[in-house]
Structures are given as C-alpha cells and as structure tokens.
C-alpha cells in the first residue's frame, strides 16, 4: 500500500493518508488523462484572451478527473489575484455558485512551491473562515488539492480542485495531483506566452509615436506623425503639434520633465498625457500643488507621516510619492517651494527613498516625476531662490508650452469646444456667429486657454441670442475686468525699465493682435485695441494706418522710449526695435 509521499504536504486530519491501491484498469485511466492533456492543449493554444482560456481549461478538468469544484488565480507582478477562472461538475454546476479560494490558502500555496493537500477542509485552519461557501450537502467530509503554476521557475499562481470523499473515490491523491501538475505546467507556459506577446505589442504600440524619418535617417521627405488626442488639449496648430510630437516621444522614457509656460497653457493636461503614453500608464498618477501648502504640510503630503508624528495625525497615511510608487508624480508650481523643503526633495530624487514625517523606516519608490511652473527658474537660481542642484536635477526634459497668441488658429476651436461645454451643462443651444470666432481670434488672451474658457462662460452667460455676436463680449462694450486688471499692472510696472520679461506679459485680454508676433512678415498692421479710444494708454489710431505710420506714432506719444512704446503696443521692447530697423526708422535721442 502507497502512502504519501514527504513532498506531499497534507493540512488536516491525519498527517499520513491512504492513497488508493493501483487499480487494474491503470492503462485505461491512463489513457483518460492524456486524452485531457490533449484536450487542454487544444484550449491553451486556441487565440483567444487569457482570461478566456483559462475558464476553457477550468471548465474541461471536469471531464478528466473527479472533482466538485476548481479553479486557477493568477497573480500579478505584485503577487495580487489578476485572473481568476473556476468551473464545477455538471452536478454541481447547476447551482451557479462557485466558491472563492481564501487568500491564506493561494498564498500558502505561491510562497512554498509546492502542492497542498487537504484531506477535510471542516479541519483546516485555512478555511475556517470560509467554510460557509464549502457546503457538501451531506456529513461527508471535501477534500481539497492544490498545485503551484510555474513558468521557468517563476511562481505565477496556483491550481486547485475540491471533491467529497465518498467510499467511491477514497482518497485518490498522488494520481491526481500528477494529472494537474501537468496541467498547471502548461497553464504557466501559456500565461509567459500571453505576457511575453503583450509586452511585445505595447513595445510597438510605443514605436508607432516614432516618426517614421527618424527611423530611416536617408528619407528626405518628412512622414506626418500621428495625431496625438486627449480630452482637454484641443488644437491643430504648429506650436501646438510640436509639443505634442516632443511629449510623444518622451512619454516612452523615464525622464524626469520640466513643463513650463505661462499660466492657463494646460500643464496638467500635457502631464497628463505624458502619463498616458508612458508604460507607467496602468499606474496611479498623482499631482499635488505645492503653493497651495505650508513646508509642514507639504513635507507631509508628499512624504507620508507615522501615527503621533505631530498634533492631528491619529492614523499612518502614505505620501504622494508611495502613492505614485510605480507610476508618475505631478508637482506642479514647483518653484514655488522654500529653500528648506528643496534639500528634502533633493534626496528622494536623487536616491529613489523616503522616510515618512515621524518615521525611521526607509521606503524606496519609483515614480516618474514631471515638475510645472510659470516662474523664471534661471532667475531664480541666481537670486538663491532656488537651488541649482535641484534645478539641473528636474530641468532633464523641458518643455516649454506655448502661449495662446502663438496658436491663432486654436482659438476657434477651443471656444466652441468651451461654448458646447456650457451648452451642455446649462442645457442650452447657443452657436458663435463667424464674425463672433473672427473678434475673438484676434484677442491677446494674456490667461491663456483658462483665459478663453472664462471669457466663453462670461459671454455665453450673458449673451441675449441663440446666437453671440462680437456685440456679446465684455472687451467690446469697455467692461473687461482682466482691461483693468492690465492698466493697474502697467501704471505699477511704469518705472520700470529692466524687466522686459515683466512688461512683456503685460497686455490687455481685450487687444485685438493679429495671431502672430509684432514684427513678422504676416503682420500687416500693429495691433489696434478695442480698449477706450481717450484712454493715455492707447492712441486713437485707426486700422487703416500702415505698420509704420503707427510705430512712429507710439513712439512719439512716449518720447521715443522703446520700453513704453512696446507697453502700447502690446509687444516687448526688442519687437519694437527690431521692426524699426526693419522699417529703417531712427531714433530720436533728446
């Protein structure tokens, strides 16, 4: 008589059980069970998804060998239940309830390689707490066998069945769990198979973002990328298209990123997207604003804190990095931070580990960071406001969005865009009239797209038609707050002569300005204002007149004093030199 064999480890009553005498008919069970093996090789290598071919094969054992019920997990890279697929004898089946594996019992299984056997599981501590969802329907006691998945010696789930131990089955184990060693083998070879075809095709889903000229360096004639969309980025423009082309490429690293631009240019939105065609992309993205927090607080929400760390944290809580912990973290207005709190951050970047507040435990992360601001970092840097260590360690890849005036054409599609926004949310019908979208095109938009979006809230609020006309917009009847917003900036920067950066950004949302650059070869005219016609600031020219003829004009009115000229104009001090060379005017000196 067999006995069980000492790898064969059993949990329950009677550490050493019986197994059945070799019965006469052994060929002809034989034979059974590789008529199931080639059943279940037939399943494996059907085209189908995973999950799909691994409740083929659970619904096939029962065919092949005495069983109640089975089921096979698969776990993930993080050792979690990622599939789960479970079948039942038609006796059984009829019920439509299959029972859950308890987590002890997979992990029991997964963490030792090897088989379990349980002879009664009414005995078992791994099932005490689901012995309800094993109910046998007599006094008899369920038996239950369990065999590791493996894959070139990699532990990828497990494999079980349950069954009554009648007088009619006994207690048939060794056969059995030869049977389903086998099969557990070949479910594991074909799991390695689906992953190892879906790494492959994401690897090329990632390449397809490569343009194809890059890849064949003797083309001459450039291939169009492929389009990039995402909910809330919204335009066809040049400037446009080569963020969008740099974040495609990018997006297939672990680069840090630094997004800059003014704001309301849509840096959330770009990491976002970064986040989306990255391979972190199945992970947990997570942002946090550092202006909008103290150092402590902000040391707190990024880093995690312990129990007790300091007056109000009755409870652990983990930090934005462990929460990012294998996707990809967004700091947004990272300039903003103190000098103290930089040498913090400085370490986790640079060595990948962390202690929460009140801790000692040492936590290491991998996330993917990608830092925004509208600041002068270089500015910064020199003043000692930041840095330099940590400036060069998140300047890796920058991007520098660009301004709404450089993206003349999106500005029509993002206002109807917010325009259906608001049609749904208000359940109206309003439309923009085309000479609407034309006024509109040739604002400044100092904000940007939040700009935008406010000022199509504000008309569409107000609007008295289905329809908004030029009529319909604040700029056009001298009641634009963000006008005055502009004059009390330019009155308080007045004397001010050194920051051309500053005064550059000084201009009324309600300046019409044609869509590019003051100077360029597309600008026929200067920008005129729809601002009051008797304001100081402005001089009441009218559109007819040439490039020049207003050039001179601004400059007259402020004494030839390019700085000011420019605040007039709408453009920075070095347009305005560079068109007066072109137009061959000199500069009265006094």
């Known amino acids: 008589m067999a006995h069980i064999r000492p790898d064969d480890r059993v949990n329950g009553v009677g550490s050493r059980d019986t197994l059945r005498e070799p019965s006469s008919d052994a060929m002809s069970q034989a034979d059974v069970w590789l008529r199931g093996i080639y059943e279940i090789s037939k399943a494996l290598t059907a085209p189908a998804r995973l999950d799909i071919t691994l409740a083929n094969v659970a619904n096939i ?104 131990r009648d007088s009619a089955t006994g207690s048939r184990y060794d056969e059995d769990i030869g049977f389903l060693t086998m099969v557990a083998n070949l479910v594991g070879r074909t799991i390695r198979l689906h992953r190892a075809l879906t790494t492959d095709r994401e690897r090329r889903v990632d390449e397809q973002w490569i343009p194809e000229n890059s890849r064949d360096e003797d083309r001459t004639d450039p291939v169009p990328h492929p389009p990039v969309k995402m909910d809330g980025i919204i335009g066809e423009s040049p400037a446009l298209k080569q963020v969008l082309e740099t974040v495609s490429i990018i997006a297939r690293t672990n680069s840090t990123v630094l997004l800059r631009g003014e704001s309301g240019t849509g840096k959330e939105f770009f990491a976002q997207l970064i986040h989306k065609l990255s391979r972190r992309r199945r992970k947990s993205f997570v942002k946090l604003n550092c202006a909008a927090l103290s150092e402590s607080v902000l040391e707190s929400e990024l880093f995690g804190h312990e129990k007790g760390a300091f007056t109000g944290a009755i409870s652990q809580r983990a930090g934005r990095f462990e929460l990012a912990n294998g996707g990809t973290l967004l700091l947004d207005e990272i300039g903003e931070i103190s000098p103290a709190f930089q040498a913090k951050l400085l370490r986790v ?187 100081p600031a402005f001089p009441a020219i009218g559109p007819r007149l040439t490039e020049r003829d207003r050039l001179i004009d601004a400059m007259e009115k402020v004494g030839w004093v390019q700085a000011k000229a420019a605040r007039i104009l709408g453009v920075t001090p070095r347009q305005v030199g560079y068109a007066l060379r072109r137009h061959g005017i000199e500069v009265k000196k006094f």
Request: hydrophobic content about 35%; overall charge negative.
């Open 349 to 535: 970047l640079q060595e990948g580990e962390l202690e929460r507040v009140g801790g000692t435990k040492t936590l290491q992360v991998d996330v993917r960071l990608i830092c925004a601001t509208n600041r002068d970092l270089e500015t910064a840097v020199v003043n000692g406001d930041f840095r330099a260590d940590l400036y060069y360690r998140i300047n890796v890849v920058p991007i520098i969005l660009p301004p709404l005036r450089e993206r003349p054409g999106d500005i029509p599609r993002l206002a109807n865009a917010f325009l259906e926004r608001f049609n749904k949310d208000n359940h109206l019908e309003l439309a923009f009239a085309p000479s609407a979208l034309e006024f509109i095109s040739q604002c400044y938009f100092p904000g940007n797209v939040r700009e935008l979006e406010n000022c199509v809230q504000r008309t569409a609020t107000l609007a008295r038609s289905r329809t908004i006309a030029p009529s319909d917009f604040a700029c056009n009847n001298n009641q634009c707050l963000s006008w005055l917003l502009w004059k009390r900036a330019d009155h308080s920067h007045s004397g001010n002569t050194g920051d051309e950066r500053t005064r550059s950004n000084i201009t009324p949302i309600g300046s019409r300005i044609p869509a590019g650059r003051f100077g360029t070869a597309q600008d026929n005219v200067l920008p005129h204002t729809a601002a009051p016609p008797n304001d």
């Open 61 to 164: 054992l029962p065919s092949f060998v005495q069983m109640r019920h089975g089921a096979i997990v698969v776990l993930d890279a993080e050792g979690e239940p990622e599939i789960a697929a479970s079948a039942g004898n038609p006796d059984t089946a009829r019920s439509g309830t299959h029972p859950t594996i308890p987590q002890a019992v997979v992990d029991e299984i997964v963490a030792t390689g090897t088989r379990l056997v349980i002879p009664d599981l009414g005995t078992s501590e791994l099932f005490q707490d689901d012995l309800e969802t094993y109910p046998s329907g007599n006094s008899l006691p369920i038996a239950f066998i369990g065999v590791p998945v493996k894959a070139e010696h990699k532990i990828l789930g497990m494999l079980s069945i349950d069954r009554v």
